[in-house]
């Protein structure tokens, strides 16, 4: 079985805990969950604003993908989490048209949403991926 990689990028934010972006075996790629942060900053960005917060979290899944050479076509899951039963509908727009966008195969990946609390007041969605490589 090939080894694990913990996979690292400047372009999504460092992890701010005892864990990796993301690690890669053979052909799995798991993010870690991601937030609305400006990886050159470190700052959390457009409070209040769940569709923006959505976008840049995206940003930042996408980053680690592309680290651990996987693109949304590898993406097997996605999983959402929300601070706002009320968010849902603006997140899920924001959601599909980014994530539609980077599916040329028009096959979606599978999603979870869960409704919880998130580490920081400020965010109001957070979202981790498993992707599959050939």
Do not use: C, W
């Amino acid at each position: 079985m090939a080894d694990r990689t913990a996979l690292s990028t400047p372009d999504a934010p460092a992890p701010a805990h005892t864990f990796s972006q993301g690690v890669r075996r053979g052909p799995f790629v798991q993010v870690s969950g991601q937030g609305p942060v400006d990886p050159a900053t470190n700052e959390y960005l457009h409070p209040g604003d769940v569709a923006a917060q959505t976008k840049r979290t995206l940003q930042n899944v996408e980053a680690i993908l592309a680290a651990g050479g996987a693109t949304f076509d590898d993406v097997m899951m996605l999983r959402v989490y929300l601070t706002k039963r009320e968010d849902f509908a603006v997140m899920n727009e924001a959601y599909g048209e980014f994530v539609s966008a980077r599916v040329s195969s028009g096959v979606l990946p599978a999603r979870t949403t869960v409704f919880t609390g998130l580490p920081r007041e400020e965010m109001l969605v957070e979202i981790d991926a498993i992707a599959v490589t050939d």
